[in-house]
């Protein structure tokens, strides 16, 4: 199996499409790139930005470039010397527009007859032989009508198009039934992707239908176009053990990473073919290690007094699950009750309802592998037994946990597609934009409620990292962070000045107030962590739709269906504030003054650790510079890779210079001697200032980052604090001078270093 070395992510787009990408191949190449990593390429929707709501299973997306797109890439990639890894998107199909998407539209059209009927997993029974299509507007039955289409009648709904069964003229006899949007949440009878309904699950633990959506994947692996995959969402996967091992199969065993979620303390299976996670985990342990836990007492208290009590983190992310379980994703607890009740239907519905929402919102984790996981069962069924005294139903219990613990059952199988749901919706997409405590640690993959870690549990994480999985994937940026990771950076500083935070956030809630202050707080960290000296003249726009998503999907004081106006037109008007009051704008120079500085460092210190740490790390588009985005879409922005190229040949000049250095010197070096990257080991500081820096040695590179910037200063800097070096001459590789133990000497000039022996520089 080829591993890459590190990789770099581009956002293949109908704009920026394979061919564009192949053209911007020798600039990667030059930054140091071994393998280039691209977002889905299959078939899409058309128009679609981002890839996931795939259509057509065989062939490249045309609006992309096509198969002759991925062949330029391929060939171009080939010619450096670089290899390709491409994202997929197993678990789900777009169907927003039937007609794209012709397996849908053949099951609209023959029913339970269409030989593409098993691919979707679809509760025949439930919607009385046809499928619910959640798409009628309030009051707007009447706009649905048959036409005349290109192929003989349809139905239409303003300009959507959906097929007539062969030999009927009315609408009553067709394989499906387009009924009000508000019905998805309790009556929807197709399994999806979380909440959209335009994305519908496909079943592909079916043998015919894996082989039928991975034969275009297979062409790439037999013509040798492709080198690696990424799995979109596998807790969406029926058996994502198993998916795995056919994907082995097909690809022989080819490097295949999976966008697994884990929480705190939970393991990656070990019997998985997989090298590892996409590198949210890597993310959330590189903030907490940069995040000064002196921090969290204060922050508490302040968040405390924003929203008139104290938050228990667990109990409230439960009640968000719970909330979601019995609102947006109802039908899928629906589905799992009628499977229990195929079983044993001694218990009513309503009851088994409830018990099984709060069985997934107390589910500790995104979901579990039965047999194994089931220690996370086992939590959540004592949990839910306690917040469902108020159940008249004493068997309740009796009947579910049998039936959920049984792997084979129908039901088990089923809960445990749906918990990940549950939590991405609950956790994710809501209670992340509701604590506002420190919103740098409100990100995928991590739990807010983890402050920070000590450099310590940094090192034992990282050494069990090098032992078990030394070729997953470390990341700082995603197109599905929440945050960019220098946007982070700055937020993270807040936790070194907490009363300088608090100071300021109470002049911005007074200068522009927004009805909740807590959620004030967190819009005013996503302005500061956005507001760098040279942010661009769209940044009003860009903050504007950070807020009305992130209001939005909290779901507390408005919603994406019921929108709260006047709510939202006071978070507007604070962000209006940003660009329009001289006094909002005095105050954010002023913390901005504070922020500056340690920022840069914290960003400095968070790109090299992701670089160098034990496993192979991306670099997202353009986060080479500085990454202030915010939110999807924000993150998927278009990257101006001409000013980056100019940049990094010294022909153009640019604030975040150090960053791309510092990218570039880490990249090349791991590409060109991999040799040195090897093994893990802490390198340990002596002094005064032996907490604020975080070094290790990865078999004959030492990387060097100080951690906690404004305590490190307020204490009058290194001072006399070394370094213990291993044996021999060392030189900085970041500027190229020897190195000295001495911290004040090595971090002169930047608060990083990559060091190697001097008869290896």
Same mark, same amino acid.
């Given at each position: 199996?080829? &591993?890459?070395?590190?990789?770099?992510?581009?956002?293949?787009?109908?704009?920026?499409?394979?061919?564009?990408?192949?053209?911007?191949?020798?600039?990667?190449?030059?930054?140091?790139?071994?393998?280039?990593?691209?977002?889905?390429?299959?078939?899409?929707?058309?128009?679609?930005?981002?890839?996931?709501?795939?259509?057509?299973?065989?062939?490249?997306?045309?609006?992309?470039?096509?198969?002759?797109?991925?062949?330029?890439?391929?060939? @171009?990639?080939?010619?450096?010397?670089?290899?390709?890894?491409?994202?997929?998107?197993?678990?789900?199909?777009?169907?927003?527009?039937?007609?794209?998407? !012709?397996?849908?539209?053949?099951?609209?059209?023959?029913?339970?007859?269409?030989?593409?009927?098993?691919?979707?997993?679809?509760?025949?029974?439930?919607?009385? $032989?046809?499928? %619910?299509?959640?798409?009628?507007?309030?009051?707007?039955?009447?706009?649905?009508?048959?036409?005349?289409?290109?192929?003989? !009648?349809?139905?239409?709904?303003?300009?959507?198009?959906?097929?007539?069964?062969?030999?009927?003229?009315?609408?009553?006899?067709?394989?499906?039934?387009?009924?009000?949007?508000?019905?998805?949440?309790?009556?929807?009878?197709?399994?999806?992707?979380?909440?959209?309904? #335009?994305?519908?699950?496909?079943?592909?633990?079916?043998?015919? &239908?894996?082989?039928?959506?991975?034969?275009?994947?297979?062409?790439?692996?037999?013509?040798?176009?492709?080198?690696?995959?990424?799995?979109?969402?596998?807790?969406?996967?029926?058996?994502?053990?198993?998916?795995?091992?056919?994907?082995?199969?097909? #690809?022989? $065993?080819?490097?295949?990473?999976?966008?697994?979620?884990?929480?705190?303390?939970?393991?990656?299976?070990?019997?998985?073919?997989?090298?590892?996670?996409?590198?949210?985990?890597?993310?959330?342990?590189?903030?907490?290690?940069?995040?000064?836990?002196?921090? @969290?007492?204060?922050?508490?208290?302040?968040?405390?007094?924003?929203?008139?009590?104290?938050?228990?983190?667990?109990?409230?992310?439960?009640?968000?699950?719970?909330?979601?379980?019995?609102?947006?994703?109802?039908?899928?607890?629906?589905?799992?009750?009628?499977?229990?009740?195929?079983?044993?239907?001694?218990? !009513?519905?309503?009851?088994?309802?409830?018990?099984?929402?709060?069985?997934?919102?107390?589910?500790?984790?995104?979901?579990?592998?039965?047999?194994?996981?089931?220690?996370?069962?086992? @939590?959540?069924?004592?949990?839910?037994?306690?917040?469902?005294?108020? %159940?008249?139903?004493?068997?309740?219990?009796?009947?579910?946990?049998?039936?959920?613990?049984?792997? +084979?059952?129908?039901?088990?199988?089923?809960?445990?597609?749906?918990?990940?749901?549950?939590?991405?919706?609950?956790?994710?997409?809501?209670?992340?934009?509701?604590?506002?405590?420190?919103?740098?640690?409100?990100?995928?993959?991590?739990?807010?409620?983890?402050?920070?870690?000590?450099?310590?549990?940094?090192?034992?994480?990282?050494?069990?990292?090098?032992?078990? +999985?030394?070729?997953?994937?470390?990341?700082?940026?995603?197109?599905?962070?929440?945050?960019?990771?220098?946007?982070?950076?700055?937020?993270?500083?807040?936790?070194?000045?907490?009363?300088?935070?608090?100071?300021?956030?109470?002049?911005?809630?007074?200068?522009?107030?927004?009805?909740?202050?807590?959620?004030?707080?967190?819009? +005013?960290?996503?302005?500061?962590?956005?507001?760098?000296?040279?942010?661009?003249?769209?940044?009003?726009?860009?903050?504007?739709?950070?807020?009305?998503?992130?209001?939005?999907?909290?779901?507390?004081?408005?919603?994406?269906?019921?929108?709260?106006?006047?709510?939202?037109?006071?978070?507007?008007?604070?962000?209006?504030?940003?660009?329009?009051?001289?006094?909002?704008?005095?105050?954010?120079?002023?913390?901005?003054?504070?922020?500056?500085?340690?920022?840069?460092?914290?960003?400095?210190?968070?790109?090299?650790?992701?670089?160098?740490?034990?496993? &192979?790390?991306?670099?997202?588009?353009?986060?080479?510079?500085?990454?202030?985005?915010?939110?999807?879409?924000?993150?998927?922005?278009?990257?101006?890779?001409?000013?980056?190229?100019?940049?990094?040949?010294? @022909?153009?000049?640019?604030?975040?210079?150090?960053?791309?250095?510092? #990218?570039?010197?880490?990249? #090349? %070096?791991?590409?060109?001697?991999?040799? %040195?990257?090897?093994?893990?080991? !802490?390198?340990?500081?002596?002094?005064?200032?032996?907490?604020?820096?975080?070094?290790?040695?990865?078999?004959?590179?030492?990387?060097?980052?100080?951690?906690?910037?404004?305590?490190?200063?307020?204490?009058?800097?290194?001072?006399?604090?070394?370094?213990?070096?291993?044996?021999?001459?060392?030189?900085?590789?970041?500027?190229?001078?020897?190195?000295?133990?001495?911290?004040?000497?090595?971090?002169?000039?930047?608060?990083?270093?990559?060091?190697?022996?001097?008869?290896?520089?």
């Amino acid at each position: 199996m080829r &591993v890459p070395v590190s990789t770099y992510r581009l956002q293949v787009t109908p704009e920026f499409d394979l061919f564009e990408a192949a053209r911007r191949l020798p600039y990667l190449h030059d930054l140091g790139v071994d393998w280039v990593y691209l977002s889905p390429i299959l078939a899409s929707e058309p128009g679609s930005q981002h890839g996931y709501d795939v259509v057509r299973f065989d062939r490249v997306d045309p609006q992309r470039g096509g198969a002759e797109g991925l062949a330029a890439l391929s060939a @171009e990639a080939r010619r450096l010397g670089m290899g390709v890894l491409v994202d997929i998107v197993p678990n789900h199909v777009g169907v927003a527009t039937p007609a794209e998407n !012709p397996w849908w539209w053949d099951v609209l059209r023959l029913g339970r007859d269409s030989e593409h009927a098993s691919a979707f997993d679809v509760d025949w029974a439930a919607g009385d $032989g046809q499928i %619910l299509i959640p798409v009628v507007g309030d009051g707007d039955d009447g706009a649905i009508r048959i036409e005349s289409g290109p192929e003989g !009648p349809e139905v239409r709904y303003h300009d959507q198009r959906f097929p007539m069964a062969p030999g009927t003229t009315t609408l009553e006899e067709q394989h499906y039934e387009l009924v009000s949007w508000r019905r998805a949440d309790t009556d929807l009878n197709y399994r999806r992707f979380f909440a959209v309904n #335009t994305l519908a699950a496909v079943r592909v633990e079916d043998p015919e &239908v894996f082989a039928e959506t991975h034969a275009e994947i297979r062409r790439w692996f037999t013509e040798g176009l492709v080198d690696g995959l990424r799995v979109d969402h596998p807790d969406g996967l029926r058996f994502p053990g198993r998916y795995l091992d056919d994907l082995a199969d097909l #690809t022989g $065993g080819a490097y295949v990473l999976v966008e697994k979620i884990l929480e705190p303390g939970e393991d990656l299976p070990r019997d998985w073919a997989t090298a590892g996670t996409t590198g949210y985990d890597a993310l959330a342990q590189i903030d907490r290690v940069l995040t000064d836990p002196a921090g @969290e007492k204060p922050l508490d208290a302040l968040e405390t007094k924003l929203r008139g009590g104290w938050l228990h983190w667990p109990t409230y992310v439960e009640a968000t699950k719970l909330r979601v379980a019995h609102g947006i994703l109802n039908a899928e607890v629906r589905r799992i009750v009628r499977e229990v009740r195929r079983v044993d239907d001694s218990v !009513p519905a309503g009851a088994l309802e409830d018990a099984v929402a709060h069985l997934l919102a107390a589910f500790p984790v995104y979901r579990s592998y039965l047999p194994q996981g089931r220690e996370h069962l086992d @939590e959540a069924l004592e949990t839910a037994r306690i917040g469902t005294q108020h %159940l008249e139903e004493p068997r309740v219990w009796e009947v579910l946990e049998p039936i959920l613990s049984d792997p +084979w059952t129908q039901a088990a199988r089923r809960f445990q597609q749906t918990s990940g749901m549950v939590m991405a919706k609950g956790v994710e997409d809501c209670a992340f934009y509701r604590w506002s405590r420190l919103t740098s640690l409100n990100e995928v993959g991590g739990d807010p409620s983890v402050f920070a870690i000590d450099v310590d549990d940094f090192h034992h994480a990282m050494t069990v990292r090098q032992r078990d +999985w030394p070729h997953a994937m470390t990341t700082l940026s995603t197109h599905d962070t929440k945050r960019g990771e220098d946007v982070r950076a700055r937020i993270t500083v807040l936790a070194e000045i907490p009363d300088v935070w608090e100071a300021a956030l109470d002049e911005l809630l007074r200068l522009a107030p927004v009805p909740d202050p807590a959620f004030g707080s967190l819009l +005013w960290q996503a302005v500061l962590g956005a507001w760098t000296p040279d942010h661009r003249p769209d940044l009003p726009q860009r903050l504007h739709g950070y807020a009305e998503k992130a209001m939005r999907e909290a779901g507390d004081h408005t919603t994406w269906t019921a929108p709260d106006q006047e709510y939202e037109a006071a978070v507007h008007a604070a962000v209006d504030s940003v660009f329009e009051s001289a006094e909002v704008q005095q105050v954010l120079a002023g913390l901005a003054a504070r922020v500056d500085e340690p920022g840069r460092s914290n960003a400095l210190a968070a790109k090299l650790l992701a670089l160098t740490m034990p496993g &192979v790390p991306d670099v997202y588009q353009g986060s080479e510079l500085w990454e202030t985005s915010l939110v999807d879409p924000d993150n998927r922005r278009p990257v101006d890779f001409d000013h980056r190229a100019a940049v990094l040949a010294g @022909e153009e000049g640019d604030d975040a210079v150090d960053k791309l250095h510092v #990218t570039c010197a880490a990249l #090349t %070096l791991r590409r060109e001697r991999p040799d %040195l990257f090897t093994s893990y080991a !802490p390198v340990l500081a002596e002094g005064p200032a032996a907490d604020h820096v975080v070094a290790f040695d990865r078999g004959g590179a030492v990387a060097v980052a100080t951690r906690l910037p404004v305590g490190l200063a307020a204490a009058g800097g290194w001072g006399d604090t070394t370094l213990t070096l291993p044996p021999g001459a060392w030189r900085d590789v970041l500027t190229g001078t020897p190195a000295t133990p001495w911290l004040a000497d090595l971090l002169r000039d930047l608060p990083v270093a990559l060091l190697v022996r001097e008869d290896t520089a």
